[in-house]
């Protein structure tokens, strides 16, 4: 069975860091991408950040580069969210997902249309001084 388990949100002030953590099990994690994504009260849920755990590769949106890192332990089948200078717009849940990897890594289709096929339920970050 599959499973993904995010976890690590929780409250923050403005400006400050959290790890969220995504613990994958029930497939083989070499062949697959992971993809971090957020909902926000009222709004749609996106797509943020996704990595291919066979080599590495990462993507991020233009609206959370260089305060977003995703990261992978593929010994431990884990994938990272490192989020930094964080700001009241980036309350949102966030889930992690995934999917088997395909000729446009992890950003091909699937990541744009939320189409991955394995969802975690989410951890809820809040940003709140």
């Known amino acids: 069975e599959v499973q993904l388990q995010a976890s690590g949100g929780g409250l923050v002030q403005p400006g400050g860091s959290l790890r969220l953590s995504c613990a994958a099990s029930?497939?083989?994690?070499?062949?697959?991408?992971i993809g971090w994504f957020r909902q926000a009260p009222g709004m749609a849920r996106e797509g943020v950040a996704c990595?291919?755990?066979?080599?590495?590769?990462?993507f991020y949106i233009d609206s959370v580069e260089g305060r977003l890192t995703i990261s992978k332990d593929n010994a431990k089948n884990m994938v990272y969210l490192q989020i930094d200078n964080l700001q009241p717009e980036d309350t949102a849940d966030y889930y992690c997902a995934a999917d088997e990897i395909g000729d446009y890594g992890c950003r091909g289709p699937n990541f744009w249309t939320l189409g991955y096929s394995f969802w975690g339920q989410g951890t809820l970050v809040t940003v709140s001084s």
């Open positions: 990595i291919s755990n066979s080599d590495g590769s990462t």
């Open positions: 029930g497939f083989t994690f070499d062949d697959y991408v």
